[in-house]
């Protein structure tokens, strides 16, 4: 006996190890990300001992927790926040305690998220609703931030640092929030590879982007100070966003406020803009303020922009399926009036209320037209006179087989004989059944009545005809049967016991005639000569 040996298959262990090498490149390209924002935030912005180079970074840490493969997301994260204190580390000299201070509140915005995104899954897809884009701030613009602040404080008093000062950790917080709600978007659509509903064309969003950093440029850059005085002030930014927000849809959106938001931050770290104004301070919490607000009010814009887009294209494909379905059933109740008046039978629908909905052409010229379209049971039961089988009993209209099944009976082959007026009358066989709704309650019933007049006369002439033939047997088997003879007068005795000429007889019984005449040896014997042969036959 031979033994088929067959390949393992190998299609699950390939498609794991393709999805490890996916999952191992993309922890390394959020690696080269992170070390990118780090370099921007801390070098590009020329930030000193601030704290608003952090929040790109935070931002992006909150996108890879929610969005990056399952067994990588702490990997990239420890990456994500070993980056931050590289770069706090060696390129801006503060020494140990507050690269220690750095990444350990990376870690515990990534722990905390991953609780978040644990509790509530749909933290996931933050901009794909109003509702969901307040759940997104609420949560991880406050929990995630807090517990990174307080990771900060912890790791700067155990380096030595001392406890920060109450500003500090402002400007901490509102650092952090700022990241989640500027950077965390735009992860999590990269890694997702979301697309949400967009009204703009390439060439708009390319005008969105274009648009949006040079109004930065202008209300936030050097030539800031040689604006009119009406124009140095941050909202001139809101219709360019409110814009970005109507028409970007949520992903162009977040890309142009997460540009924005970096624009403002390296600017006002630089020294330009209406934010210098309030005094070094409160530029770092005020930057952050802006952030949040502009972020908040873009993603809640493009988020309601982008449910009504998918409102309205859900409303044209329902509507477009509507209208299928609309012809469809027209043209199914064409074919099925077309079917109904092509029937031999009447079809007759009445509801509960006795109104007539529905009646096939051969109802219509049994009733005459008139009735059905007057629309109730009453008159079309009026317009018929109606009996039982028997042509002499009437019937009352309660007991009419379509009263009968609106009140849940069903009738099947009741013979009755009706007539229209003005018409010859007709038997009708006629089978009811009630209509019930999904809760068993009759709605409507149904009555479909055939002309069985010509079926009714044949069985009627076929029946007479077996009733005759069975009486022609009957007497047939009377003339065959044993017959009492007299032995002298050849009399047979009837049925009343009377005596009766054999010839009688026979002619009373069947379709036989005699006539009388003399055989030849009776005539020889009454002649008294001999037979001739012939006889007389009178």
């Excluded at 393992?8 to 393709?18: K, N, T």
């Excluded at 005008?207 to 440029?217: C, E, I, L, Q």
């Excluded at 066989?429 to 009555?447: E, Y």
């Excluded at 009399?491 to 009766?500: H, L, S, T």
Aim: hydrophobic share 50%.
């Amino acid at each position: 006996m031979g033994v088929a040996l067959h390949p393992p298959d190998r299609s699950g262990a390939v498609a794991r190890a393709s999805r490890d090498r996916g999952a191992v490149r993309a922890a390394i390209g959020f690696g080269v990300v992170c070390a990118a924002i780090a370099w921007a935030s801390r070098v590009g912005t020329g930030a000193g001992d601030g704290v608003i180079a952090f929040w790109p970074l935070s931002g992006a840490v909150v996108g890879w927790m929610l969005a990056a493969p399952g067994p990588w997301r702490a990997p990239g994260a420890l990456a994500a926040a070993l980056v931050n204190g590289v770069f706090d580390a060696f390129v801006q000299h503060r020494g140990l305690a507050p690269s220690i201070a750095s990444a350990g509140s990376e870690l515990a915005i990534a722990a905390t998220t991953a609780a978040l995104a644990h509790a509530s899954p749909s933290l996931a897809r933050p901009l794909r609703a109003p509702s969901a884009v307040f759940r997104f701030l609420c949560l991880l613009g406050t929990l995630p931030p807090l517990a990174s602040t307080g990771v900060f404080v912890l790791g700067s008093v155990l380096g030595g640092g001392g406890m920060p000062r109450l500003e500090d950790l402002g400007t901490w917080w509102g650092s952090e929030v700022a990241g989640v709600v500027a950077v965390a978007p735009v992860a999590i659509d990269v890694l997702r590879r979301s697309r949400g509903a967009r009204d703009a064309s390439r060439a708009e969003a390319t005008a969105m982007f274009a648009v949006a950093a040079v109004a930065v440029g202008l209300v936030f850059g050097p030539v800031w100070d040689r604006l009119p005085a009406p124009l140095r002030h941050p909202h001139w930014l809101a219709p360019v966003l409110l814009w970005v927000g109507l028409r970007g849809g949520r992903v162009v959106s977040a890309a142009i406020v997460a540009l924005v938001a970096f624009g403002v931050a390296s600017l006002t770290e630089r020294g330009f803009g209406p934010l210098t104004v309030a005094g070094a301070s409160s530029v770092d919490v005020e930057t952050q303020v802006f952030v949040w607000i502009t972020a908040a009010l873009v993603a809640f814009v493009a988020a309601m922009r982008d449910r009504e887009v998918r409102l309205a294209a859900g409303l044209s494909r329902r509507g477009a399926r509507l209208g299928r379905a609309v012809a469809d059933s027209t043209r199914v109740a064409a074919q099925l009036h077309a079917i109904l008046d092509g029937m031999a039978e009447s079809v007759v629908v009445c509801d509960v209320q006795g109104r007539v909905l529905l009646a096939n052409e051969p109802a219509l010229r049994g009733a005459g037209g008139d009735a059905l379209r007057g629309g109730t049971f009453a008159a079309y039961a009026r317009a018929f006179r109606r009996m039982r089988a028997d042509q002499r009993t009437p019937i009352e209209e309660h007991e009419l087989p379509l009263a009968r099944a609106l009140r849940g009976e069903a009738i099947d082959g009741e013979l009755l004989w009706i007539e229209p007026g003005g018409r010859p009358g007709q038997f009708a066989q006629c089978s009811a059944r009630p209509i019930r709704d999904a809760r068993g309650a009759v709605r409507a019933a149904v009555v479909v009545a055939t002309d069985v007049s010509a079926d009714v006369r044949a069985r009627q002439e076929r029946e007479r005809l077996v009733g005759e033939l069975q009486r022609a047997l009957a007497e047939i088997k009377v003339l065959r049967g044993v017959l009492p003879v007299c032995g002298y007068c050849h009399r047979i005795q009837d049925e009343r016991g009377g005596w009766v000429a054999f010839d009688a007889y026979v002619t009373q019984r069947s379709d036989a005639k005699f006539s009388h005449g003399i055989c030849p040896a009776c005539d020889a014997r009454v002649r008294g000569g001999a037979p001739t042969g012939t006889g007389v036959r009178s």
